[in-house]
């Protein structure tokens, strides 16, 4: 994720919406070791708050994070697939707020979570990024994630950058 988000420049046109999975103990070093490796502001999201372009909402530890317009809302609802934050349940509300502006990216993983969510972002005609699992430390969540998406862009984790910097834009072909 670092050397994705580290590869996209300041004026990046869009919000950027992160689930890592961690403990519900976690402290706040992701943000800072993100922070560290981007120009983008990174932020561990508060109820409510806007989502803003050049911006890195990261979803705190033991909530889940829903998209909603404009702005993100967190619940503690039960955990989907063994995780809060589930990625599942952020793409899919994604989805369901911008549909076609939707763009989901799965990165490396340990288990399936996100798949479900992605398929549901194309469904509301949004579009699907994969790590290739080749480059990916743990291949599960991105395999899973082309299951359930064959139709996925598969990219290198340094092609990713590039492609939303294309789709952010308007510029990139259907």
């Known amino acids: 994720m670092m050397k994705l988000l580290g590869a996209l420049p300041v004026d990046f046109p869009i919000p950027i919406a992160v689930v890592q999975h961690r403990s519900k103990d976690s402290?706040?070093?992701l943000v800072q070791l993100l922070q560290d490796a981007t120009p983008l502001h990174v932020c561990e999201v508060e109820d409510k708050d806007l989502l803003l372009a050049g911006s890195v909402h990261i979803a705190p530890a033991n909530y889940h994070m829903l998209i909603e317009q404009g702005h993100v809302s967190l619940t503690t609802d039960e955990a989907v697939r063994y995780s809060r934050p589930s990625i599942d349940v952020m793409f899919s509300s994604a989805a369901d707020t911008y549909r076609?502006?939707?763009i989901g990216v799965v990165l490396t993983?340990?288990?399936?979570d996100g798949s479900r969510g992605l398929a549901h972002i194309v469904k509301r005609g949004g579009r699907?990024?994969?790590q290739d699992p080749k480059t990916a430390e743990i291949p599960i969540m991105p395999d899973?994630?082309?299951?359930?998406?064959p139709k996925a862009q598969v990219l290198a984790l340094d092609e990713l950058a590039p492609r939303l910097l294309e789709l952010s834009r308007g510029s990139a072909k259907a």
């Open 27 to 29: 402290d706040r070093l």
């Open 100 to 102: 076609a502006e939707t």
């Open 109 to 112: 993983g340990a288990n399936e």
């Open 128 to 130: 699907a990024l994969v």
């Open 144 to 149: 899973a994630a082309i299951q359930a998406v």
